[in-house]
């Protein structure tokens, strides 16, 4: 792997300040040709309840510190994430295959969390409470909860990371992560720049390893551990949240989504297709808050698939790091093979593959961008959360029938809507059981809004001012005569 700042390339677990071998290894490969990229420690348990006994260790004084102490800290990380933004997009498109391009927006957009908690955690504000008897003062403060710990996904293993990370260090938490075993070294490169920054040895910890159950055990039971906090599916995130349990730990869980798209009558085809192809085929469809369901009226589906196939159309497959690539691979051969599933599940019940449907195109990991017609809301694909560059459409006969359809999933993370018409807008975005809604826009996260879904997709927020109180207790003070 040729970087320029080679420093970033980093092959252990990194504990208590100190970068530690495992018992083995663990193999790290280009999603888009299966070149092996690296050979990184395999860490275990043992290692697990190192990180959290480092991270214990180290909270006092970090805690201690002032807001402006701790903010000059995270700004001088935020820095160093910036000036390497080419080398850490390199690694990320790599060891996970979103293009290149992609990959630099995923860094920039990672960091702008480290920044913006920087800044938040300098306003965490207690209150003066009016008081019910003249001979007591009230008030409240706001305290970090303690060690954190964090697992993260594989599909954005840069921006998981310093959107949890950031706002519990901000608040004076420190931190243990265990990254995905697909894409460690966007992790510990992050790692890297923090030591350089300044972190205090203890305050972040990072432990890759192939025995997930194992060390998700430590992280959600140890009872040192004050909250835990998880990105990935809803039913990995159900058995994280029961081991939680022991302990009663507070939780933030970001978990599965299954997005409708709705296209009204009145919409502007041109929008509503750009917000689409945005939506849908980042990072190959393999985003929590991907497109799942396309519904679009019935007197302009037509004119809809037509234009939808046509910008489709334009889509480049191939490896991240090549010219004008736009879709690169997905993370694994289970995962196309899924899609696959996906795809022949629907036609044999109805469904029509007007683009696309090739398996393996141009190597085991890919599937090209395909778009459906006549799709049904009894088939798999409109029932699970796809993870793949897969269009479903769908046609509705009126506002009513489509909320219906869209609320009637177990899943509440994100949810787009497209009509010109404001009251109508209004109406549909509030009656819509989802956490985020979007209208007339097909991406909308940023760090200043709360990230987060209801129902089945998970508890809690990430992001904005939301983001940072998820890692405060409130402590109520009462002061007698």
Request: aromatic share 8%.
């Amino acid at each position: 792997m040729q970087l320029a700042n080679n420093d970033l390339l980093k092959l252990h677990n990194y504990i208590g300040g100190e970068w530690c071998a495992g018992a083995g290894t663990v193999e790290v490969r280009d999603p888009a040709n299966g070149d092996l990229l690296a050979e990184v420690a395999d860490g275990s348990a043992a290692d697990a309840e190192r990180a959290v006994a480092a991270a214990s260790a180290a909270f006092p004084a970090w805690k201690s510190k002032t807001a402006a102490e701790r903010a000059a800290v995270l700004k001088r990380w935020y820095q160093l994430i910036m000036d390497n933004v080419d080398d850490l997009a390199r690694i990320l498109t790599l060891e996970q295959g979103k293009p290149l391009a992609e990959a630099k927006g995923e860094i920039v957009y990672g960091a702008s969390f480290i920044e913006w908690f920087a800044e938040e955690c300098r306003r965490a504000y207690g209150q003066t409470i009016p008081t019910h008897n003249p001979a007591m003062r009230l008030n409240t403060i706001r305290q970090p909860v303690g060690v954190v710990t964090c697992i993260t996904p594989w599909n954005f293993p840069n921006a998981m990371i310093t959107r949890k990370a950031a706002p519990a260090l901000a608040a004076g938490c420190t931190v243990v992560i265990k990254p995905a075993v697909e894409t460690p070294l966007s992790a510990l490169a992050l790692c890297q720049l923090a030591e350089e920054a300044g972190l205090p040895k203890g305050t972040i910890n990072m432990i890759v390893g192939s025995d997930a159950p194992a060390i998700g055990k430590v992280l959600t039971q140890d009872p040192r551990v004050a909250k835990f906090t998880f990105t990935g599916s809803t039913a990995v995130g159900k058995l994280l949240m029961a081991q939680c349990a022991s302990t009663v730990k507070k939780m933030s869980m970001e978990l599965g989504g299954n997005a409708p798209f709705i296209v009204f009558d009145d919409a502007d085809l041109d929008t509503a297709v750009s917000a689409c192809v945005a939506t849908k085929f980042r990072n190959a469809g393999q985003t929590c808050v991907s497109t799942n369901r396309i519904y679009v009226h019935e007197t302009v589906h037509d004119a809809f698939v037509d234009k939808l196939r046509a910008a489709m159309g334009e889509l480049k497959v191939g490896h991240g790091c090549d010219e004008g690539v736009t879709v690169g691979p997905l993370i694994h051969r289970r995962a196309a093979e899924r899609v696959n599933t996906l795809v022949r599940d629907a036609v044999e019940m109805g469904a029509k593959v007007e683009l696309g449907g090739d398996y393996r195109p141009i190597g085991e990991n890919y599937f090209a961008p395909t778009l459906l017609t006549g799709v049904s809301d009894e088939m798999r694909i409109a029932r699970e959360e796809i993870f793949g560059p897969l269009a479903p459409v769908q046609k509705f006969a009126d506002e009513e029938d489509v909320i219906r359809r869209a609320n009637d999933t177990p899943y509440g993370l994100a949810a787009y809507v497209m009509s010109e018409n404001i009251r109508r807008a209004n109406r549909v975005v509030e009656a819509l059981e989802y956490g985020m809604v979007a209208c007339n826009a097909g991406v909308f996260s940023t760090t200043v809004a709360p990230f987060g879904g209801c129902k089945e997709s998970g508890i809690g927020r990430e992001g904005g001012v939301e983001g940072m109180a998820e890692f405060y207790e409130t402590k109520y003070c009462c002061f007698g005569a």
